[in-house]
């Protein structure tokens, strides 16, 4: 192998300028690029969000996550300050998140801190990008044979820059997920790699150097298992390749197995802590990979081997024609490379393919061949961000290209032109990488910018509701309705989940918040009778806000939250029986009819409360045997999410039996835990009551 060259002035020059691209187009609008902050970005926010405030983990902010209950069954999960995965939205690793909780304490909780992690990782896949690209085919790296040194050394700078302007790349970068960060960490350990089998000469210092780059190789190699799942596939690539290279190369062998296996062995003890966790709670190692691999329109029946030969297909599709239709992740349709790059990719893949034998260009195949298995391999492909971790390959491919236009266009015009046309053939490629970015600019920052459906996508409509909420007085009461699958966007911007309590709405319980508090409650336009439940209950309430997306109704601090109703005269009964010191009952109301009873109870919780109880209205006659009945939780907000001092009312139509003797009766109520049956405290009478 020939000497490392390091970078020279000029290339030094060129790669300043591509990586202040780079930022410009990742940090250009990058807190209103995409509008809103979707769940997945919010959710992983909150985490980082409780890294900061000093929660313990395992946290749920949701209550869809049932999975949770499943994980947990065998072996609880630990509960920790410093997790080393997180549970949560069918758990992600960790490295993003804690990163992400730097940024938020430098930037505070906005969707730029979230965004910032992913586009400084975005500007940083650049720069390795091209160290990559010049450990394995820069000049003195014994790149292509056919390639003059001049133009081999313009290789690293040709995938500079498209990874600098690639569409997704830009996309992703303004995109608060993890799949951006792990580029880096990937193209480090091919950098390091590469850079190991480069070196040359003897002596202990450059033994010692040696051994140093392929521990390096392994660090980063186990530090991509703690980024995204794609980096459980990357030691793949050097299990296939090192093989290949020994059988091709028993000098290499003699050389550098040692440094392979010090390689090995330092990304194994990287990944060691995050191995272990996995070994103990192995459902997490495969859960959110069987979910993905089992989802999209892609996706064959029990079949999947067949839904893998298809998605090979469907993902050459992608690159070149028929791109991703999912908005989160493109701009539906587009192809991942646009025709300048897709035609430079096919260049540099057959000049890759005409030197096959050559264990750099073997290389660089299993490296796209590995990095496309996320996308390949799950049930919706093309998937766009599943194959972030073949950017770096792709980009390469194309820089390949390029070289080789140079080198043919500059071949073949000096034979046809006069020497007075010799400049020509030097301006028409950057004409073309000028025309690339304009395509990259055109499709990100105005065609994609102004589709319609982006601000949706992307739950712009939760941002403005947890805005609006997050600037509500910090005593204020907080409520929801109706409740939804995905609450993280809203939290976020309230940046304290705790506050704010969703409730079904319309199912006639009304959380009636805490005496003397403002409260607020916050209803999608279509929760209507929600609405007029709140404005009976509270007539002294009023409308504050109504926007396209939601009502804010606002009770001012003095209105009573006890069993207020002007449209009844019915007396109410005010009690302050405990059941078991957790759940008071303050006051009660009956309306009687020919064929039921109608039980209207406000509870006030004293405690908090673990589990969810069910309620209870029971009517015995004088022999004390049960003859009317009716169980069930109270409608809608369940007694875990009751806060302590909240008052909570709630109403229960017991039908009466038909031919029901007439004489004395007992109304009784009271909360036991389902399915075990456990009562909560003793049974509260409520009234005897004779009927006819």
């Known amino acids: 192998m020939s000497p490392r060259r390091p970078i020279t002035p000029s290339s030094r020059s060129l790669l300043l300028l591509i990586l202040l691209l780079a930022a410009l187009l990742r940090f250009w609008r990058l807190d209103t690029l995409p509008p809103g902050l979707y769940h997945d970005e919010a959710y992983n926010g909150l985490d980082a969000l409780s890294l900061v405030q000093g929660k313990d983990f395992p946290q749920f902010y949701e209550g869809w996550e049932l999975y949770a209950q499943d994980a947990q069954a065998e072996r609880p999960l630990p509960t920790t300050r410093w997790p080393i995965f997180f549970a949560g939205n069918y758990g992600r690793e960790p490295l993003h998140i804690y990163l992400m909780a730097l940024s938020i304490k430098l930037f505070g909780a906005t969707p730029f801190a979230i965004r910032f992690v992913p586009a400084l990782a975005g500007v940083l896949s650049v720069l390795t990008t091209y160290l990559a690209a010049q450990a394995i085919f820069g000049a003195g790296a014994g790149g292509q044979p056919s390639t003059s040194a001049k133009r081999q050394s313009l290789i690293p700078i040709y995938a500079a820059f498209f990874m600098a302007i690639l569409f997704s790349a830009v996309h992703f970068s303004h995109f608060g997920l993890r799949m951006t960060l792990f580029a880096p960490a990937e193209t480090l350990a091919v950098y390091f790699f590469w850079r190991g089998v480069n070196e040359t000469g003897e002596g202990e210092y450059r033994g010692k150097r040696v051994a140093l780059t392929f521990l390096s190789a392994g660090f980063f190699l186990g530090l991509g298992m703690y980024i995204y799942a794609a980096g459980r596939l990357l030691p793949l690539l050097f299990v296939l390749f090192v093989p290949l290279w020994f059988a091709q190369d028993r000098a290499a062998l003699r050389r550098h197995w040692r440094h392979v296996a010090l390689m090995a ?16 709670y192995p459902y997490f190692f495969v859960f959110r990979m069987s979910y993905v691999a089992n989802r999209g329109l892609g996706t064959v029946e029990g079949r999947p081997f067949l839904t893998w030969f298809n998605n090979v297909g469907r993902v050459i599709r992608g690159l070149f024609w028929q791109g991703e239709t999912h908005l989160r992740h493109n701009l539906p349709g587009r192809p991942y490379l646009d ?7 096919a260049l540099g893949v057959g000049m890759n393919g005409r030197w096959w034998r050559n264990p750099r260009n073997q290389f660089l195949l299993l490296w796209l061949i590995v990095m496309l298995l996320p996308t390949i391999l799950s049930g919706d492909a093309p998937h766009f961000g599943r194959m972030s971790g073949a950017a770096p390959t792709l980009t390469i491919f194309i820089a390949l290209g390029a070289a080789q236009l140079t080198a043919w266009i500059t071949t073949h015009t000096r034979h046809y032109l006069p020497s007075s046309f010799f400049p020509l053939p030097s301006s028409l490629l950057p004409l073309l990488l000028l025309l690339s970015l304009l395509f990259t600019l055109r499709d ?5 910018a102004d589709h319609p459906q982006l601000a949706a996508d992307f739950y712009l409509p939760d941002w403005e509701l947890g805005q609006y909420v997050a600037a509500q007085p910090a005593d204020a009461t907080l409520y929801f309705t109706p409740t939804q699958e995905e609450m993280a966007t809203i939290y976020f911007a309230l940046a304290d ?3 704010l309590r969703s409730y079904s709405g319309g199912q006639g319980l009304i959380p009636a918040g805490e005496t003397g508090k403002t409260a607020v409650y916050l209803l999608r336009p279509n929760a209507q009778t929600a609405l007029t439940d709140l404005q009976t209950f509270f007539p002294t309430g009023y409308i504050a806000a109504a926007r396209e997306n939601f009502i804010a109704f606002h009770v001012p601090a003095n209105a009573p939250r006890l069993l207020v109703d002007v449209t009844t005269a019915v007396s109410i009964t005010e009690t302050a029986v405990s059941f078991a010191e957790t759940i008071t009952l303050r006051g009660w109301r009956l309306h009687q009819s020919a064929d039921a009873l109608t039980i209207t109870l406000a509870w006030q919780a004293q405690a908090p409360i673990a589990q969810n109880f069910t309620a209870y209205v029971h009517l015995l006659n004088d022999a004390g045997e049960l003859v009317a009945q ?12 009751w806060r302590v001092g909240e008052i909570v009312q709630d109403s229960y139509r017991v039908p009466l039996p038909p031919n029901l003797p007439p004489g004395q009766y007992t109304l009784r109520t009271g909360f036991y835990s389902w399915p075990e049956l456990v009562g909560l405290g003793e049974t509260a009478v409520l009234t005897n009551l004779s009927l006819p």
Do not use: C
């Open 265 to 280: 062995g330092m990304s194994l003890v990287t990944a060691l802590p995050l191995l272990i966790y996995f070994a103990r």
């Open 339 to 345: 025709p300048i790059q897709a035609v430079l990719f």
């Open 444 to 448: 990100y920052f105005f065609r994609y």
């Open 497 to 499: 989940p705790e506050r």
């Open 630 to 641: 009716l169980d069930r939780p109270p409608a809608g907000y369940p007694t875990a999410d």
